[in-house]
């Protein structure tokens, strides 16, 4: 049985800050992810004259209710798609003139149902080249609140930037949405908010579910930031590919609030032996993997990994409703069925699925992993059991586990 210490979640970790910075008071948070997502966002909080003192296993975060305290900023959200999309939420709240910018992957990244609905609550705020893409820049007056509608079909992250803004208004919000797409992350967010004295209450009606945020503010408190379920899902995998395996992951259990958990329900339709407890979970190989039919719209961000293990199973393994996958750090789909194709795998794809026929992959093949860290983290696994597989940008794991390598390398030796 190998014991593994998964780093925090880089979902909870961005949300974290953002509250600590809207809050009224210090907030500390403990065992916050250390990667470039996620320091880009600290980063991107500095621009905009919030005070962070990091310290190797605490952040220390000095709230400004009123929003920014700088009056003008230049913010580069790097490759973080939350920075990219919370910061501007956030920066409206405030007073002043605040100029975002990202990467060329992060430029191509849509935001506009975001700042759409930004304006619809009487922002001012223009795009600097493409239209619902970086750069803009914000122009914060401060936001009276009011009631709009919302399409998070393409991601669930422009209802959670409104959603934290929220109690930030003068008089509340009432988001109504049309389409939402991993569902479990707003319930991270939800829950969070509540943690920093937020009010949210949700209602389903022939409009679509409506969630009303009252004008509440947030109050500073200590957070700790849980592991994140979707790195441990790479380890998951490789216990349940490698017979004999057994792998335990602490802080993931019954009370986790990440809904990329639920990976582990996967594997235990394929066949792995899963046990959760209250404060951690095992999963073990039993020597099967079957092949399955399964729906990742929830927990889409593990789409890869199961794509990754999925040749080894012993029938076909589809996989349906995960078009957002399309429109992440790359075409997480079309890279799956590249990458899968260069070791000799048989592959089908569609607009929102992707089927993977049983076969054993065969190296030597280099993964094209355009700069995305879960196809690096995901053929990962597949490379336990296929020599000769490299990739043309391994660093790129920086963004959400720069010790992934050296992690998964000695994880490796102990299968």
């Known amino acids: 049985m190998t014991v593994i210490d998964i780093p925090g979640s880089k979902s909870v970790t961005a949300r974290a800050l953002f509250l600590a910075a809207a809050a009224e008071g210090t907030t500390t948070l403990l065992r916050p992810l250390r990667s470039d997502d996620t320091e880009g966002f600290a980063e991107g909080l500095k621009a905009l004259g919030y005070v ?42 405030g007073h002043g003139t605040f100029r975002f910018d990202a990467s060329a992957q992060m430029r191509r ?25 970086h750069p803009l820049t914000v122009t914060g007056r401060g936001i009276k609140g009011g009631a709009i509608r919302l399409d998070a079909g393409q991601s669930s992250q422009y209802l959670t930037a409104l959603l934290m803004l929220g109690p930030l208004t003068a008089e509340g919000l009432a988001i109504t949405v049309t389409d939402l797409v991993s569902e479990p992350y707003v319930e991270i967010t939800l829950a969070m908010m509540r943690s920093f004295g937020a009010e949210v209450t949700r209602e389903d009606g022939p409009e679509g ?31 349940a590919l490698t017979p004999g395996a057994a792998v ?40 099967v993997l079957r092949g399955l039919t399964v729906a990742m719209r929830d927990i889409s961000d593990t789409m890869p990994t199961l794509a ?13 409703d995960v078009a957002n996958t399309r429109v992440k750090e790359c075409d997480r789909l079309d890279a799956c069925a590249e990458n899968l194709r260069r ?45 000769g597989v490299t990739f043309d940008d391994p660093g790129c794991v920086r963004k959400t586990f720069p010790d992934f390598h050296r992690v998964f390398a000695a994880f490796a030796r102990g299968l």
Do not use: K, N
């Open 52 to 93: 962070v003192r990091q310290e190797p296993d605490a952040w220390h975060v000095e709230g400004r209710p009123g929003g920014p305290g700088a009056d003008e900023a230049d913010v580069y959200c790097r490759d973080g798609a939350t920075t990219a999309r919370f910061l501007p939420a956030l920066a409206a709240a």
């Open 109 to 133: 990244r849509p935001l506009g149902p975001l700042t759409t609905a930004l304006r619809e609550l009487g922002v001012r705020l223009e795009h600097g080249e493409r239209e619902g893409h």
């Open 209 to 239: 579910r409506t969630y009303t945020i009252a004008p509440t503010g947030y109050r500073a408190t200590t957070y700790a930031v849980e592991p994140d379920a979707s790195t441990a899902s790479y380890f998951f995998a490789a216990a």
């Open 248 to 287: 335990t992951v602490p802080g993931l259990g019954t009370g986790a609030l990440q809904g990329d958990l639920a990976f582990v329900d996967v594997l235990r339709r394929m066949g792995a032996d899963v046990t959760v407890t209250a404060d951690r979970t095992t999963v073990r190989s039993t020597g």
């Open 308 to 320: 990754a293990i999925a040749p080894f199973a012993d029938g076909p393994v589809r996989i349906e």
């Open 343 to 387: 070791l000799g795998v048989p592959v089908a794809t569609g607009p929102d699925w992707i089927e993977i026929r049983p076969g054993t992959p065969a190296g030597p093949a280099e993964i094209a992993t355009h700069g995305d860290h879960r196809i690096v983290m995901s053929f990962a696994v597949t490379a336990l059991r296929t020599p």
